[in-house]
Every structure is written in C-alpha cells, then in structure tokens.
C-alpha cells in the first residue's frame, strides 16, 4: 500500500507555544487529506478535510483558527496547533486519499503525532 | 443512533482461533467499505476493502459485506499473537467522508 509520514511523532510543548505537524504522502498524489484527532482508547475524530490549494473543511467544533491547516502540494499538508494548551494533548493522525480507478479512492494513513502539552 | 456501530470489545481468543469482527450502519447509501487495524500508537493501517455487497478474501483474512442487512464483517483465520490490534471498519457512501465505527479490541492469547 501507499505510505503516508508524519513528523514529529511525539512532540512536548509549553502551553501557549505552537506546534506544527507536517503530513506527507511518499510515493503517490493525494488529491485529499484529513486531519483526525484520537483520545486513548477511542475512536477516530475527523477535524478537517483539506484539498491541495484550496482552504480546509472543517468539522463542527473544530476551531479553525486554533487548528490552522495549509495543504500547500499534493504530497504534503501541515496541521499547525496554535496557542496549545493542556487539552489539546492528543494524538494527532493525518490521512491521505487517492483516487482509485479500480473502486473508486484508497485512503491511508501517518503513523500519527502524538502531542503532549505541559 | 450512530451512523456506524461496532463493539468495542475487548475481544479475546486463543492463538489458532476463527475471529470474526462485525459491524452495523444504518446510511444505506454507503457503498465502499473498509477494515483497518490499529495497533497501540500508531496509525491505522488498511486491510480490506469492498465496495458494494460480497466477499473478498486475502490470505487469512476475509471481508463480506451484506447490505440488506447493511452488516458488514471481518474473519480472521489462525489468529496469531500479532493479530492482537484495534480493528476499525471504516464506511463511505463516496463523497469526502468516511465514517468510522469505534473500533474493536483484539487480544489473541498464545
């Protein structure tokens, strides 16, 4: 399958700084990402869907001025956490999508960034 | 009532035993269908996927979809220690969504 990267993949902050996460699809051209947010022992949280150039979707709930999501090429997008305070602490996984002429698209997934904010 | 249903578990077999995963949705306009797995920290990862109703098999595992039911499951066959994961199925109807269930526990015991 596709390989989705992530980075950092742990990352400690100070509440107030800002964190950037970057995305990148390796070896093909997502046409979409998304943004999801985990909590232990739960499910996914999409946060926001993004197309290359153009502005984020965000969820209902989701600040987008708090998470601020650029998805500058078609291989990489960046999740920017700004003004982290102690609840934003998380783990963050981004997932890239490609159309698929056989069904239709194949999504996959980073490994995640896991954001710890002290 | 969620879009997708699926039981948290924990699950838990001995090494060699059939596992079956299953989940429930209620959107009859989901057509392409997803098993991921998840292990501790780390991202999820595709297994399988199905679009419309049927079976579709690789190696030991196996998807099958029944949307009359709108059930959909996944077998594991000679489950192993490394199987032991969170199993997500995941459901699309198309569009830009994909709608996750809340994923299912596994421990295979060896």
């Known amino acids: 399958g596709a390989v989705v990267s992530q980075h950092p993949s742990w990352v400690i902050c100070k509440s107030g700084t800002s964190v950037k996460i970057e995305c990148r699809s390796l070896d093909f051209q997502a046409t979409t990402m998304f943004w999801y947010r985990q909590f232990p022992k739960q499910s996914l949280m999409l946060m926001a869907t993004s197309n290359e150039g153009s502005k984020a979707t965000y969820e209902q709930g989701v600040e987008k001025d708090k998470f601020l999501i650029n998805h500058a090429s078609l291989t990489l997008s960046t999740l920017t956490v700004t003004s982290a305070h102690p609840e934003d602490s998380s783990f963050y996984i981004c997932s890239a999508r490609v159309t698929s002429g056989i069904w239709g698209y194949e999504q996959y997934f980073g490994p995640g960034t896991r954001l710890t904010v002290t | 009532q969620k879009e997708v249903e699926q039981d948290p578990g924990p699950l838990s077999v001995p090494e060699g035993a059939i596992v079956s995963l299953n989940c429930t949705y209620s959107?009859?306009?989901?057509?392409?269908f997803m098993w991921y797995r998840q292990y501790s920290r780390k991202g999820p990862e595709l297994l399988m996927y199905t679009y419309s109703s049927g079976n579709k098999e690789d190696g030991r595992f196996t998807a099958q979809v029944d949307k009359s039911s709108k059930y959909i499951s996944l077998f594991i066959r000679d489950s192993q220690p490394s199987d032991s994961a969170t199993y997500l199925c995941a459901m699309s109807a198309g569009g830009f969504k994909t709608i996750f269930g809340a994923g299912t526990r596994l421990f295979v015991k060896a």
């Open positions: 959107n009859s306009a989901f057509q392409y």
